[in-house]
């Protein structure tokens, strides 16, 4: 007995220090591995044609779509590699070669980097799958959190199966829809509508080259990853259109029921007006249906803005007797007969659905976006409306029966029935002035005002293709938006560089706070702009300006106009470059994706104090001229040295 422990304590005492430098030899090895790989955050800042070695652990598998996820502990990246080839599965961590072949846009997210030459191996490393972090339907996250596990919380409004076998889910929280899509369903899910789920899954949202959001979309995995949280409640309640604009949470995103008639019908929707106005109404299944029908529609409400529309609406048919509006439980007050009395209320009391009813001339419309503005003897106010009406124009004489809403910066007028009467003249243009802009008082108003138009651009919104342009004038900059039917971009640029006189709607930019911090013009027609001094018809045939000279006084400067300079290119990025000449040097903001380092360009643009030490030259055009050899040496050189030591080349 003596002697077998005496044998078990030697043989401990040698494998011990085996042991412990084993479990050493495993660590660092571990660590090797780990230590040698890039992380997705590096991989945004790499230069192009990088070798990239990435370890992650792979949280989607996207087998319809060719791609799949994964993530680290600074991000996550889509791979586009085939997955079932690859031979990957959730939960799963892998490692990545590859060659990055794109530079990264903070505008798509991850989704922006290219990789080619992919190669996907096991790895003994381990990285744990991440915690997913809150989020809500709100402030969903942004294309550079892209692919980053999340939970939150959403009311289901319809539920379906593709062809591939996964769940579709349309899911929201009072506001616009999101696009779960579940991988390996557990059901069909027919019997989650209308609850509150909580869901762990993968946020993607995709926006356009120019930043407009398309739409969001969450990506789950399995059926484990979604929870009921709240049923279904048994019986909707019952709103009216006024109710259902002063609840701040209508019906908390599920969904409500709301009684009037068929003001207009389409196959797919309805307008559907009460006493207090009218919504739009979006159908669960197309229907042939005639105006004047009593109905009780069954929806879920949906905020876009300061308009509420209904969605995944059933219908059945009333008598008029039961359509009598039985939802409200205050006395109701007097409606609003002019545009000074809504304007002048408090924002807490414009909150209410105020009624109103008013007559007045529409000085400006936008049917893409279904807003106008309306004008009285008394005021200017925006209007916000739902369903479709061809016949709204500017120099129409209206009826607003509608209610008032809070607004972003005013209150306003939502919701409204209109009654047309004719035609009537439009009011006299104010003039804008530095006071009256600045005081906010000309928000609304139809006013007049001369400045120089700088390029014409289209519109940034995926659903707002109008024109829109930035306007130099006394009181500083102003961002002008046209209508829909305002002359497209070719036919409306011989404008730029003009110095004009324009007609049109003011308004206010206003930050979350409902403070002013910009202001804006509305221009309906191109007949709403004279010109006062036409632009140069050929401004890269202008004399060159010395760049160490931008800004200085000069007897022949155009104040506020567009100037050209010339000079070899000395860097480049995305949407600005750097220009020097024999004089100095100065950034030049605009489209650069034609230009290189070393070319020789003419810029021209327009001269501006944004820069803190220089000038910076802004909505900037490039011709090219040429290339400068030494340039081109210096900057391979530099290029060689980033690629070298793995650090951004700017």
Request: aromatic share 6%; charged share 20%.
């Amino acid at each position: 007995m003596a002697r077998s422990g005496v044998a078990g304590t030697r043989i401990a005492a040698i494998l011990a220090p085996v042991l412990g430098a084993g479990i050493i030899c495993i660590a660092l090895w571990q660590w090797s591995v780990l230590s040698r790989h890039n992380t997705i955050q590096e991989l945004q800042d790499l230069p192009v044609n990088s070798a990239v070695h990435l370890i992650g652990v792979v949280t989607y598998v996207d087998e319809p779509g060719g791609r799949f996820w994964i993530q680290d502990e600074t991000g996550a990246i889509p791979i586009s590699a085939n997955p079932v080839q690859a031979d990957v599965r959730a939960g799963q961590t892998i490692s990545i070669d590859a060659t990055k072949t794109t530079f990264y846009d903070r505008r798509k997210g991850p989704i922006s980097v290219g990789l080619q030459e992919i190669r996907v191996h096991p790895t003994a490393a381990h990285v744990r799958m991440p915690q997913p972090f809150p989020v809500t339907l709100a402030n969903f996250p942004t294309s550079e959190k892209n692919g980053i596990r999340v939970q939150m919380t959403a009311v289901v409004e319809d539920a379906s199966l593709d062809g591939q076998g996964r769940a579709h889910l349309s899911i929201a929280d009072g506001g616009p829809e999101v696009e779960l899509i579940v991988a390996k369903p557990s059901s069909d899910y027919s019997s989650l509508i209308n609850s509150r789920i909580r869901i762990v899954g993968l946020p993607e949202q995709e926006r356009t080259p120019q930043g407009a959001l398309v739409r969001n979309r969450i990506w789950a995995w399995s059926g484990q990853d979604l929870q009921i949280e709240e049923p279904a409640p048994q019986q909707s309640p019952l709103f009216s259109i006024r109710t259902l604009y002063s609840e701040s949470h209508v019906g908390h995103g599920h969904r409500i029921r709301i009684r009037g008639r068929i003001a207009a019908a389409t196959p797919d929707s309805i307008l559907l007006e009460d006493r207090w106005g009218a919504t739009e109404c979006y159908l669960s299944v197309s229907h042939a249906l005639k105006t004047g029908l009593p109905v009780e529609v069954a929806a879920f409400p949906s905020r876009n803005g300061l308009r509420i529309d209904l969605f995944h609406a059933h219908l059945i048919a009333l008598s008029l007797e039961q359509i009598d509006d039985s939802s409200e439980s205050s006395p109701i007050p007097q409606p609003l007969t002019n545009v000074h009395a809504v304007r002048d209320l408090r924002t807490s009391r414009a909150a209410e659905a105020l009624p109103v009813d008013i007559t007045g001339v529409v000085t400006y419309v936008d049917s893409q976006w279904r807003q106008f503005f309306f004008q009285d003897g008394t005021g200017g106010i925006y209007v916000k409306y739902s369903g479709d009406h061809p016949e709204l124009a500017v120099g129409r004489r209206v009826t607003l029966t509608g209610i008032t809403g809070a607004g972003d910066f005013a209150p306003v007028i939502v919701a409204p029935k209109i009654r047309f009467d004719g035609v009537a003249p439009l009011p006299d243009a104010v003039a804008v002035t530095q006071s009256r802009a600045a005081a906010g008082s000309l928000d609304s108003q139809y006013v007049s005002i001369e400045g120089v138009v700088h390029p014409m651009r289209v519109g940034e919104e995926s659903n707002h293709t109008a024109l829109t342009f930035d306007l130099l004038t006394a009181v500083g900059m102003i961002h002008v938006y046209t209508s829909p039917v305002f002359p497209d971009i070719d036919h409306a640029r011989s404008l730029e560089d003009a110095t004009v006189r324009i007609r049109g709607i003011f308004g206010t930019v206003f930050n979350s706070r409902r403070q002013l911090i910009g202001y804006q013009l509305l221009v309906e027609t191109r007949s709403d702009i004279d010109v006062l001094e036409p632009a140069v018809p050929h401004p890269f045939g202008l004399e060159a300006t010395p760049i160490g000279s931008l800004l200085h006084y000069s007897p022949n400067a155009r104040s506020g106009h567009r100037v050209k300079v010339e000079g070899t290119v000395t860097l480049v990025a995305p949407d600005y470059l750097y220009l020097q000449d024999a004089t100095d040097g100065v950034e030049v903001r605009g489209d650069t994706r034609s230009i290189q380092v070393g070319e020789v360009v003419d810029a021209i643009g327009y001269p501006t104090l944004v820069g803190r030490y220089s000038p910076v030259m802004t909505d900037a055009t490039f011709r090219s001229a040429g290339r400068d050899g030494s340039i081109v040496r210096r900057w391979s050189r530099w290029s060689r040295c980033c690629r070298a030591t793995k650090t951004p080349c700017w």
